[in-house]
């Protein structure tokens, strides 16, 4: 691994997932990750905000746009997958695996979203579509990832509070990374979004647990509560919700604005690094101070 304190990453190949909108903050961690140094493989799913009111963009400036922030020599794939598929996971970590032979980085920032409800119109078809996208994949790509990084074929079954010792000190500067992504729910109602909610909640409350199986193979594991990053679905033309709750919302932030996507992104990168080595298996808010409920 070869790399420096202006491009940490170098050496290392990062899958990011959900990279299909320039206003994505899918988008923003693949360029923050290619601007230091990494090798990147990205996935998209267009017609998942082909259906959504703010839209689709072109994959082609998308794909530019990331180009545009790798170093020179720097190697970039894409894939575009339905994640609900139950085979598209593994498909995608065989794919990105396959752009430099390694994988040392996977950001699962895609989600689901839309087609949702209160608890009183619940369905299952509805519960199902979000659980399938947000959380099964999610947990499929990890352990995929986890196999391959660690070189494991066929993990031992392991029984209720089984934990795997450690043989030997951890070489810290050579450990994977996985990263994922929750939401508010961790910090209040999110009234009218029932499966969306359930579907990251389950991430949140898994992270210490994954993270400590992930730990002894040399992976750390965090998770990101990103707040309110206006993606277009906060823009007055292309929300689904009441343009006066979403002035009323802005207006109480701390800084009078709602998140933007390079905001998580900056911190993505910097737990990516050598810098963020320390933190593991948490639960991370990086939200301007929205959940403290500090506006008027």
């Not at 997932?17 to 290619?34: D, E, M, P």
């Not at 939401?183 to 994954?210: C, D, F, N, R, W």
């Not at 929300?239 to 701390?254: K, Q, S, Y």
Request: glycine share 12%; hydrophobic share 40%; net charge negative.
């Amino acid at each position: 691994m070869t790399n420096s304190a202006h491009l940490p990453l170098q050496g290392r190949t990062a899958l990011v997932t959900g990279v299909s909108r320039r206003r994505g903050i899918g988008y923003a961690i693949a360029v923050r990750l290619a601007g230091l140094g990494a090798d990147l493989f990205v996935h998209h799913h267009r017609a998942h905000d082909a259906d959504q009111p703010w839209g689709a963009d072109d994959l082609g400036p998308v794909r530019d746009g990331v180009r545009a922030a790798l170093r020179p020599g720097a190697a970039f794939g894409d894939l575009g997958l339905d994640l609900a598929a139950p085979d598209a996971p593994e498909r995608l970590i065989t794919a990105a695996r396959g752009l430099t032979g390694s994988l040392d980085v996977l950001v699962c920032n895609h989600a689901r979203s839309g087609g949702d409800g209160s608890i009183l119109d619940m369905t299952a078809e509805r519960l199902d579509g979000h659980w399938s996208v947000n959380t099964r994949s999610t947990l499929l790509l990890t352990s995929h990832f986890a196999r391959a990084f660690a070189g494991v074929r066929e993990a031992p079954a392991a029984r209720p509070g089984d934990r795997r010792a450690f043989s030997a000190p951890l070489d810290e500067h050579a450990t994977g990374r996985v990263f994922w992504t929750t939401s508010g729910q961790i910090h209040g109602p999110m009234v009218g979004e029932v499966a969306y909610a359930a579907s990251k909640a389950a991430l949140a409350g898994l992270t210490p647990t994954v993270a400590a199986e992930l730990l002894p193979h040399g992976i750390v594991l965090n998770t990101i509560d990103p707040g309110p990053v206006n993606t277009g679905y906060l823009d007055p033309e292309s929300t689904d919700r009441a343009p006066e709750t979403i002035a009323r919302v802005r207006d109480a932030t701390p800084f009078g604005r709602f998140g933007r996507p390079d905001d998580p992104a900056r911190l993505v990168g910097w737990l990516a690094t050598d810098e963020g080595r320390w933190i593991i298996g948490q639960v991370i808010s990086t939200d301007g101070g929205f959940s403290l409920g500090t506006g008027g």
